[in-house]
């Protein structure tokens, strides 16, 4: 018996999980300022993986009602494994990446168990395949965006970083 789409979708979750802890064990967040230069807090990893772990479950739930969100969570995953894991990892010489091992025994076979369930249960086609990359490619340059525009001073919150024109005077303060 093969396992269904769905359960494919479960798994990524699963996998995705266990990803989230190894990363955290093995101090992602250092090897990423050091290695890739993202401008990376504990709390940035908290709260997009805390993001992901969400995408997970709703993914999983609406495999059936909306397929290209599970094919879009495998896309997602195969991206990370690639691109922020095995491709640094060999950039580097061997340098362990937080995340490797996780990517590699887990992310690469559930990630492509979800595609060939898919496939075999007639819901991948062409364009929900292209969809689906393009969804992972978005989904995982969103935080890193993210962390890139934030030290920027227009979206810096503190008076300090007001805008010139909107600093704040001694009236409109207190």
């Not at 290209?68 to 896309?75: D, G, M, N, R, S």
């Not at 249960?121 to 340059?141: D, K, P, Y």
């Amino acid at each position: 018996m093969t396992m269904g789409f769905e359960a494919w979708a479960w798994l990524g979750l699963v996998a995705y999980t266990l990803h989230i802890m190894e990363e955290y064990s093995f101090d992602w967040r250092n090897w990423a300022r050091a290695v890739i230069g993202l401008p990376v807090e504990w709390a940035d990893f908290y709260i997009t993986n805390a993001a992901v772990v969400v995408l997970g479950f709703a993914q999983a739930e609406m495999a059936r009602l909306l397929p290209i969100a599970p094919l879009v969570f495998a896309a997602l995953m195969l991206i990370n494994a690639t691109f922020f894991h095995v491709l640094p990892m060999i950039r580097t010489r061997g340098r362990f990446s937080p995340g490797a091992f996780t990517a590699v025994v887990l992310f690469y076979p559930v990630a492509l168990g979800t595609f060939f369930a898919a496939a075999a249960e007639g819901m991948l086609t062409a364009g929900t395949l292209a969809g689906s990359v393009v969804g992972g490619a978005l989904l995982m340059a969103y935080p890193v965006v993210m962390l890139r525009l934030k030290g920027r001073a227009y979206f810096r919150q503190s008076l300090e970083a007001a805008l010139p024109d909107q600093a704040p005077t001694a009236s409109s303060v207190g």
